[in-house]
């Protein structure tokens, strides 16, 4: 919520003038951010989400499906203080895409590179079959969203606690020669 910059009330979200004093208040215009600026945050944060979400795939004895993706892509958002749910999204999306990607490739890769078949790294209890696929499918970029809206959440909460521990609370007092402020 803003506050007024002259008295330190608070101010409705629409408010030409401050209730209290009068003052006008100028809305704060925001420049559009540059696409480099932009590519190069959402590789940056897709780069590390992947890197960190690849090392807990690789050091689980278990497969985890989506889960360190998702548990990744909330702590990056977290991180990188993404307010915006455009943001939060495109850096939870990119963090997945990225993971799978990288991931398959390496895979596809090493099995190109060594003539292996595709179906020796796995035992035979553990093969995917088009029920996987289509799981992982569905559930990957549902879970991106969803942890794109909680990674903003978080750091909205967060947000507010920081704007009201970090704004200075004046006083106001009537007395018999006007108005006095105060910090």
Not at 18 to 34: F, H, L, M, V, W
Not at 103 to 115: D, F, K, P, R
Not at 131 to 154: C, N
């Amino acid at each position: 919520m803003p506050y007024c910059s002259n008295c330190g009330s608070q101010l409705p979200e629409d408010a030409g003038f401050c209730p209290n004093c009068g003052t006008s208040i100028k809305k704060k215009e925001e420049a559009p951010r540059p696409l480099g600026e932009l590519i190069t945050r959402f590789l940056t944060t897709g780069l590390i989400g992947a890197f960190l979400s690849l090392m807990i795939h690789n050091l689980s004895p278990i497969y985890l499906y989506f889960i360190p993706s998702f548990v990744v892509s909330v702590f990056v958002i977290y991180l990188f203080r993404i307010r915006e749910l455009k943001d939060s999204l495109i850096t939870a999306l990119s963090i997945y895409i990225i993971t799978v990607y990288v991931w398959n490739t390496l895979i596809l890769g090493y099995l190109y590179a060594t003539n292996t078949p595709f179906v020796a790294l796995y035992s035979p209890s553990e093969v995917p079959d088009l029920l996987d696929v289509v799981f992982d499918g569905i559930l990957y970029p549902f879970s991106a969203f969803i942890a794109g809206y909680v990674g903003m959440k978080i750091n909205q909460k967060k947000g507010k606690r920081e704007e009201i521990s970090t704004k200075p609370h004046y006083g106001r007092e009537e007395g018999p020669g006007g108005v006095i402020y105060s910090i």
